[in-house]
């Protein structure tokens, strides 16, 4: 998960921690019309850490976040948070 800055995580994070056994932050940076960046990850972690979440990695290199996702040993993994971060990770040519 990643977060564009100024999103209000306090809200979206109880919604997502209950479903989740496992959680990376982690950033984006875009130019996309306007210049966007990412809240800070370690922020996210320690509010997925608050609300139970047993393991909670930070990775702020997306690409290695993603990495990280796949060798996951979940069978079900979930990428989310912004349409940014997603937009960049599918832009990643080494999709399997």
Do not use: H, W
Not at 36 to 54: H, K
Not at 64 to 71: E, G, K
């Amino acid at each position: 998960i990643g977060l564009k800055e100024g999103k209000d995580y306090k809200e979206i994070v109880p919604l997502l921690a209950p479903f989740a056994s496992r959680v990376i932050t982690t950033t984006f940076k875009t130019l996309q019309d306007l210049p966007v960046a990412s809240m800070d990850p370690e922020i996210l972690a320690e509010a997925f850490r608050a609300q139970g979440v047993a393991s909670v990695e930070n990775i702020p290199d997306n690409q290695s976040a993603f990495q990280a996702l796949l060798a996951a040993p979940e069978a079900v993994c979930v990428i989310t948070g912004s349409f940014y971060l997603l937009g960049q990770i599918r832009n990643n040519e080494d999709i399997v």
